[in-house]
């Protein structure tokens, strides 16, 4: 599961601290665990959505948010979507990974097999969708 | 006193003959959670299904009469273990039931005092006003702590807590101040899950009378680790889980003292709790059954009646003696790992066996992962005890905790598998 690639991520975060202006922040926690995350999302003009975060936690959950950094910040709700899908299905192991959608996050295929972890690795990515729809959902209301 | 005989006692639980994590020796340092169980505990439970199985305190056959036979043998033989009487004890699903149980009493009783209805002989004192107060501690496991948030904010009584000092212990310079004449209940626990630390009951029990409020003792953590008997504590109540001292899951205990159980409404009401019945209204029984509505758990109750037996037959001065012992080498060994520091009091006396640490630079999690791979199994999280990781500022920590089957080749592992732990994420 300590994947090399995972350790890099977890010792040199990539993306973390937080920055303003946002249009929507959230707090996820895993609470068996005390993983904690806060994440903020900024939408542009065009639709592409900027990420920041401060998190503390266990490897895993630091790796995570740091690969969820570079592979979606910046992109569209639907592309960032997809990508927290194929996560969710890979780590159900109903997928097989693909690098295209998830770049350094086909390293967390084996977090599969530790139900345990499975949260951790979810919770930047959860959080994020959380964050991205209610930004969408105020600036509907807008 | 004769040490413990750990190989003997391990034939006894039928886990151990299994492996972990591709053929790895099974190194148990969970049992805080819930602890393995003996092959005499799983012979009464199964023979009671294959010979006496019957719905108890129903019906006039044969079996129900040997069924609920063995259940009140049950219920006399576990009385006895913390010298109680038999009709003293009240069987829940878990200690959190059985803390529920009394929270929701005081609830109970204000919510009919306020609409004027019957209630038992002495239930005033389970009638909470605006601004009484319900007193805790910081270092109280979630099962001790939100039944009584939940009982304020119901009933607009205060809570209040009783804070922890630098080295875990709870802060007896504050009893004065948070216990008060407004205090209805002090609610505390024995041995803290998470720090280890036991408390010192006389001040808290002295406090807590001098000003008429009962006192609910947290259980969990001392009845299956050392000797207990409720005619020394100076305590109401005592609320414990049997899955904790090798007895069965899906039971548990509360022993109150028999006039204030007597006092109490009834929580979970149906069937067996009754005296009388009409459609407009029923009386009830008297305790225990007041509080036991339903079929109940016989044959868990026969399961932690042979997890008694076999505590006894050890004797549990034994049993809290192996257990220092190895807590005083794990407090040893962690104390030369650089990096490690003990949540919770360093030295071993007045301290049982749960042992939480964090290792600088490591979450407990990754630590937890490596143990695991190494076959040692811990626990990692806050441990239904946040508020205690926030005082101590850890996110959460990872938590050894020891039993009659482990022995000083488990210290060594635990220790080892830190150092493997260290190694491998380089910290
Ligand atoms: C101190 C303490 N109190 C209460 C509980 C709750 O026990 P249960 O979950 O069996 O109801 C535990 C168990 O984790 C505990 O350690």
Request: proline letters at 4%; aromatic letters at 6%.
């Given at each position: 599961?300590?994947?090399?690639?995972?350790?890099?991520?977890?010792?040199?975060?990539?993306g973390?601290?937080?920055?303003e202006?946002?249009?929507?922040?959230?707090?996820?926690v895993?609470?068996?665990?005390?993983?904690e995350?806060?994440?903020r999302?900024k939408?542009?003009?065009d639709?592409?959505?900027?990420?920041s975060?401060?998190?503390?936690?266990?490897?895993?959950?630091?790796a995570?948010?740091s690969?969820?950094?570079?592979?979606?910040?910046?992109?569209?709700?639907?592309?960032?979507e997809?990508?927290?899908?194929?996560?969710?299905?890979?780590?159900?192991?109903?997928v097989?990974?693909?690098?295209?959608?998830?770049?350094?996050?086909?390293?967390l295929?084996?977090?599969?097999?530790?139900p345990?972890?499975?949260?951790?690795?979810?919770?930047?990515?959860?959080?994020?969708?959380?964050?991205?729809?209610?930004?969408?959902?105020?600036?509907?209301?807008k | 006193m004769?040490?413990?005989?750990?190989?003997?006692?391990k034939?006894d639980?039928?886990i151990?003959?299994r492996?972990?994590?591709?053929?790895?020796?099974?190194?148990?340092?969970?049992s805080g959670?819930t602890?393995?169980?003996?092959v005499q505990?799983?012979?009464a439970?199964?023979?009671?299904?294959?010979?006496?199985n019957a719905?108890v305190?129903?019906?006039?056959?044969?079996?129900?009469?040997?069924?609920?036979?063995?259940?009140e043998?049950?219920?006399?033989n576990?009385?006895g273990?913390?010298?109680?009487?038999?009709?003293?004890?009240?069987?829940?699903?878990?200690?959190?039931?059985?803390?529920?149980?009394?929270a929701?009493?005081?609830?109970n009783?204000?919510?009919?005092?306020?609409?004027?209805?019957?209630?038992?002989?002495?239930?005033?004192r389970?009638?909470l006003a605006?601004?009484?107060?319900?007193?805790?501690?910081?270092?109280?496991?979630?099962?001790?702590l939100?039944?009584?948030?939940?009982?304020a904010?119901?009933?607009g009584?205060?809570?209040?807590?009783?804070?922890l000092?630098?080295?875990?212990?709870?802060?007896?310079?504050?009893?004065?101040?948070?216990i008060?004449?407004?205090?209805k209940?002090?609610?505390?626990t024995?041995?803290?899950?998470?720090?280890?630390s036991?408390?010192?009951?006389?001040?808290?029990?002295?406090?807590a009378?001098a000003?008429g409020?009962?006192?609910?003792?947290?259980?969990?953590?001392?009845?299956?680790?050392?000797?207990?008997?409720?005619?020394?504590?100076?305590?109401?109540?005592?609320?414990?889980?049997?899955?904790?001292?090798?007895?069965?899951?899906?039971?548990?205990?509360?022993w109150?003292?028999s006039?204030?159980l007597?006092?109490?409404?009834?929580?979970?009401?149906?069937?067996?709790?009754?005296?009388?019945?009409?459609?407009?209204?029923?009386?009830?029984?008297?305790?225990?059954?007041?509080?036991?509505?339903?079929?109940?758990m016989?044959?868990q109750?026969?399961?932690?009646?042979?997890?008694v037996?076999?505590?006894?037959?050890?004797?549990?001065?034994?049993?809290?003696a192996?257990?220092?012992?190895l807590?005083?080498?794990?407090?040893?060994?962690?104390?030369?790992?650089?990096?490690?520091?003990?949540?919770?009091?360093?030295?071993?006396?007045?301290?049982?066996?749960a042992?939480s640490?964090?290792l600088?630079?490591?979450?407990?999690?990754?630590?937890?992962?490596?143990l695991?791979?190494?076959?040692?199994?811990?626990?990692?999280?806050?441990?239904?005890?946040?508020?205690?990781?926030?005082?101590?500022?850890v996110?959460?920590?990872?938590?050894?905790?020891?039993?009659?089957?482990?022995?000083?080749?488990?210290?060594?592992?635990?220790?080892?598998?830190?150092?493997?732990?260290?190694?491998?994420?380089?910290?």
């Amino acid at each position: 599961m300590y994947q090399e690639i995972i350790l890099d991520h977890y010792k040199h975060p990539h993306g973390k601290g937080l920055t303003e202006p946002f249009d929507a922040e959230v707090h996820h926690v895993n609470p068996t665990c005390g993983d904690e995350i806060t994440l903020r999302v900024k939408t542009s003009a065009d639709g592409l959505i900027a990420i920041s975060y401060d998190n503390q936690g266990c490897s895993i959950s630091q790796a995570s948010a740091s690969i969820m950094f570079d592979q979606i910040n910046g992109v569209t709700f639907a592309a960032g979507e997809q990508a927290v899908d194929h996560l969710v299905l890979m780590l159900q192991r109903e997928v097989s990974p693909d690098e295209d959608i998830l770049g350094d996050g086909i390293a967390l295929e084996g977090v599969a097999q530790y139900p345990a972890r499975v949260k951790c690795a979810l919770l930047a990515w959860m959080a994020w969708k959380d964050a991205a729809i209610q930004a969408s959902s105020k600036g509907e209301a807008k | 006193m004769a040490p413990l005989d750990v190989t003997a006692i391990k034939r006894d639980f039928p886990i151990f003959n299994r492996t972990v994590r591709d053929g790895r020796r099974l190194v148990y340092l969970d049992s805080g959670a819930t602890s393995q169980k003996p092959v005499q505990v799983l012979d009464a439970e199964r023979e009671f299904y294959e010979k006496h199985n019957a719905a108890v305190h129903r019906g006039a056959h044969q079996l129900a009469e040997e069924a609920t036979d063995a259940f009140e043998h049950a219920r006399l033989n576990i009385a006895g273990f913390i010298g109680a009487k038999a009709d003293d004890l009240v069987f829940t699903k878990n200690a959190t039931e059985a803390i529920n149980l009394v929270a929701y009493s005081f609830l109970n009783a204000t919510l009919k005092f306020s609409r004027g209805k019957d209630l038992p002989d002495g239930a005033e004192r389970f009638v909470l006003a605006e601004g009484d107060e319900i007193v805790v501690s910081e270092m109280e496991h979630h099962a001790n702590l939100i039944p009584w948030q939940e009982l304020a904010d119901k009933t607009g009584a205060v809570l209040r807590w009783i804070g922890l000092t630098d080295d875990g212990r709870l802060d007896e310079s504050t009893y004065a101040n948070v216990i008060t004449n407004r205090t209805k209940i002090v609610s505390v626990t024995h041995q803290s899950n998470l720090l280890g630390s036991v408390t010192d009951l006389a001040p808290i029990v002295k406090a807590a009378r001098a000003v008429g409020a009962l006192v609910l003792l947290d259980a969990c953590q001392s009845v299956p680790h050392m000797p207990v008997d409720v005619s020394e504590l100076g305590v109401d109540f005592i609320a414990w889980s049997g899955h904790k001292m090798l007895g069965p899951l899906g039971i548990g205990c509360l022993w109150g003292k028999s006039e204030i159980l007597a006092a109490m409404p009834p929580f979970i009401t149906g069937g067996s709790m009754i005296e009388t019945v009409h459609m407009e209204s029923s009386t009830f029984a008297l305790p225990p059954k007041r509080f036991e509505a339903g079929v109940p758990m016989a044959a868990q109750a026969v399961g932690l009646s042979a997890a008694v037996d076999y505590l006894n037959r050890i004797g549990m001065a034994a049993v809290a003696a192996h257990e220092h012992d190895l807590t005083q080498a794990v407090l040893r060994e962690l104390a030369e790992i650089d990096g490690v520091r003990i949540i919770g009091p360093k030295d071993s006396t007045n301290r049982g066996s749960a042992i939480s640490f964090v290792l600088d630079g490591l979450h407990p999690h990754d630590v937890g992962q490596i143990l695991d791979e190494n076959g040692v199994a811990v626990r990692v999280g806050h441990h239904c005890a946040w508020p205690v990781c926030r005082r101590y500022s850890v996110p959460a920590t990872t938590r050894a905790t020891f039993y009659i089957y482990n022995d000083m080749e488990d210290v060594q592992a635990l220790a080892d598998g830190i150092r493997s732990a260290k190694k491998f994420f380089g910290v």
